[in-house]
């Protein structure tokens, strides 16, 4: 199958529809794109489970290290005022995992915005497609109208005119037949009138989707990023009480994160499989949803030198027809006119409406040409195989080095939370406030002394 134009399945569509599958089962599934099938469902839906499992290790490694950490932590020294050794590592390894998170939001807002401007790419040519359709179908009723009503007034005024002259009547009524021809050929050239899939809702749904899709993670990115910013404020004004909320929050933004890694790799793969050979399954999705027959859809999907045009012969018939009606018309001028002067007017008439028919149907010609649909084919397929596709690879990165980022602030948070000063929680009091301890106990030292 020839493929659209500017699109080649990238290294990454290769490299992903190359990875093994398998089934609930852990049964080989086969890489094709199916995604009514049971067995291919499963296998997607293990590529997800496997960010559960991966959640479910780093739940554990976190909570062993925890414990690890309060319950093997040597006693301190009574009147022990410095800190033990290893409390700067520690504060440092943390600052080190939030600037890695701050650099996965990043990435996390460029692969954001690069699957919008796929999927936005996927839209537009669906609407452009529309657009096309549309036209065809509005041109087709436009012409058959009016090759109708020629046929209903002027030509009907010019056989009742020339009764006289059989001969004439003969050739006016032949080019009746004619235009009664065109009218019949044309109308089967309305191929998308009735199809009950249309490319503007198709294109209404994936935008609200991607609408909601893009909004959800621009909030997982600002929570993740307000994270990580409250804990380097937090560690910086060693305040127990914020480092304590920033580390329930971490735990919150762990969980989403491998949420979302699951869903993106699941995508991803799925993705790929759809985009290392996409012309057969929207062959038959695109057949089985309209109903059109299997040379109209390969002429446009496919458009090549070896698929044949399926409206070649009306076409062909429609330009003879045409061509023999303005012969007919140029003998009836010349021939009918001198005898019947009121046979100019019809005969005018219908010249004028044969000029504007021709001039659409040149126009039809052009739509009907499968470079048109399959040029809005192939930048879909570069928005959703490119782009999206793109953007899905970053967001995955970004939940990777979110999720390792967050699982090492978590173990930093609590041994950075013990080394913070007893004197944390009047860290915040004024020194002048008479209800500071400090400036408390000042006070009655000094009544004492009086």
Same mark, same amino acid.
């Given at each position: 199958?020839?493929?659209?134009?500017?699109?080649?399945?990238?290294?990454?569509?290769?490299?992903?529809?190359?990875?093994?599958?398998?089934?609930?089962? =852990?049964?080989?599934?086969?890489?094709?794109?199916?995604?009514?099938?049971? $067995?291919?469902?499963?296998?997607?839906?293990?590529?997800?489970?496997?960010?559960?499992?991966? &959640?479910?290790?780093?739940?554990?490694? *976190?909570?062993?290290?925890?414990?690890?950490? #309060?319950?093997?932590?040597?006693?301190?020294?009574?009147?022990?005022?410095?800190?033990?050794?290893?409390?700067?590592?520690?504060?440092?390894?943390? *600052?080190?995992?939030?600037?890695?998170?701050? !650099?996965?939001?990043?990435?996390?807002?460029?692969?954001?915005?690069?699957?919008?401007?796929?999927?936005?790419?996927?839209?537009?040519?669906?609407?452009?497609?529309?657009?096309? &359709?549309?036209?065809?179908? @509005?041109?087709?009723?436009?012409?058959?109208?009016?090759?109708? $009503?020629?046929?209903?007034?002027?030509?009907?005024?010019?056989? +009742?005119?020339?009764?006289?002259?059989?001969?004439?009547?003969?050739?006016?009524?032949?080019?009746?037949?004619?235009?009664?021809?065109?009218?019949?050929?044309?109308?089967?050239?309305?191929?998308?009138?009735?199809?009950? &899939?249309?490319?503007?809702?198709?294109?209404?749904?994936?935008?609200?989707?991607? $609408?909601?899709?893009?909004?959800?993670?621009?909030?997982?990115?600002?929570?993740?990023?307000?994270?990580?910013?409250?804990?380097?404020?937090?560690?910086?004004?060693?305040?127990?009480?914020?480092?304590?909320?920033?580390?329930?929050?971490?735990?919150?933004?762990?969980?989403?994160?491998?949420?979302?890694?699951?869903?993106?790799?699941?995508?991803?793969?799925?993705?790929?499989?759809?985009?290392?050979?996409?012309?057969?399954? *929207?062959?038959?999705?695109?057949?089985?949803?309209?109903?059109?027959?299997?040379?109209?859809?390969?002429?446009?999907?496919?458009?090549?030198? !070896?698929?044949?045009?399926?409206?070649?012969?009306?076409?062909?018939?429609?330009?003879?027809?045409?061509?023999? *009606?303005?012969?007919?018309?140029?003998?009836?001028?010349? +021939?009918?006119?001198?005898?019947?002067?009121?046979?100019?007017?019809?005969?005018?008439?219908?010249?004028?409406?044969?000029?504007?028919?021709?001039?659409?149907?040149?126009? =039809?010609?052009?739509?009907? @040409? #499968?470079?048109?649909?399959?040029?809005?084919?192939?930048?879909?397929?570069?928005?959703?195989?490119?782009?999206?596709?793109?953007?899905?690879?970053?967001?995955?990165?970004?939940?990777?080095?979110?999720?390792?980022? &967050?699982?090492?602030?978590?173990?930093?948070?609590?041994?950075?939370?013990?080394?913070?000063?007893?004197?944390?929680?009047?860290?915040?009091?004024?020194?002048?406030?008479?209800?500071?301890?400090?400036?408390?106990?000042?006070?009655?030292?000094?009544?004492?002394?009086?």
């Amino acid at each position: 199958m020839g493929a659209p134009p500017g699109y080649r399945p990238s290294a990454w569509v290769h490299l992903l529809h190359q990875l093994p599958r398998a089934d609930f089962q =852990l049964r080989p599934v086969p890489s094709a794109f199916a995604p009514h099938e049971r $067995e291919y469902q499963q296998a997607l839906l293990l590529v997800a489970a496997l960010a559960g499992l991966g &959640l479910g290790l780093s739940l554990i490694f *976190i909570a062993v290290y925890l414990i690890r950490f #309060c319950c093997c932590r040597p006693p301190e020294p009574p009147g022990a005022k410095s800190p033990p050794p290893g409390g700067g590592c520690v504060t440092w390894n943390c *600052i080190a995992a939030l600037l890695v998170g701050c !650099a996965g939001i990043g990435i996390g807002f460029y692969g954001n915005s690069e699957t919008s401007d796929g999927v936005s790419q996927l839209s537009s040519a669906l609407l452009h497609a529309n657009h096309t &359709l549309t036209a065809i179908d @509005h041109l087709v009723l436009e012409m058959v109208e009016r090759l109708d $009503e020629a046929v209903r007034t002027e030509l009907t005024t010019l056989e +009742e005119v020339l009764t006289q002259r059989m001969e004439l009547v003969a050739a006016a009524r032949g080019a009746r037949r004619q235009a009664e021809t065109v009218a019949q050929q044309l109308q089967g050239l309305a191929f998308w009138r009735g199809v009950p &899939l249309s490319p503007v809702q198709v294109a209404e749904d994936v935008s609200f989707v991607e $609408e909601y899709r893009w909004l959800a993670y621009v909030l997982l990115l600002l929570l993740e990023l307000l994270v990580c910013l409250f804990t380097l404020l937090g560690l910086a004004r060693q305040s127990k009480w914020l480092v304590i909320v920033m580390t329930v929050m971490s735990l919150l933004v762990l969980v989403l994160s491998w949420g979302s890694m699951g869903l993106e790799a699941a995508t991803a793969v799925g993705l790929s499989d759809f985009c290392s050979s996409p012309d057969s399954y *929207i062959l038959n999705l695109t057949q089985e949803e309209t109903g059109l027959g299997s040379d109209i859809l390969n002429y446009y999907f496919l458009c090549n030198q !070896a698929v044949s045009n399926p409206f070649q012969q009306r076409l062909t018939l429609s330009q003879r027809a045409l061509a023999n *009606i303005h012969s007919q018309l140029q003998g009836l001028e010349r +021939e009918a006119v001198p005898q019947f002067p009121s046979a100019q007017k019809p005969v005018l008439s219908l010249e004028e409406t044969l000029n504007v028919t021709e001039g659409s149907f040149h126009q =039809l010609v052009a739509l009907l @040409h #499968c470079r048109g649909l399959h040029k809005d084919y192939g930048a879909a397929l570069r928005g959703l195989c490119e782009d999206t596709l793109e953007g899905l690879l970053f967001l995955l990165l970004f939940s990777l080095l979110s999720a390792g980022a &967050l699982a090492t602030i978590l173990c930093s948070l609590p041994r950075a939370w013990a080394l913070f000063p007893p004197s944390d929680d009047y860290e915040d009091t004024d020194d002048d406030d008479p209800f500071n301890p400090q400036e408390s106990k000042r006070f009655v030292q000094w009544q004492s002394s009086i």
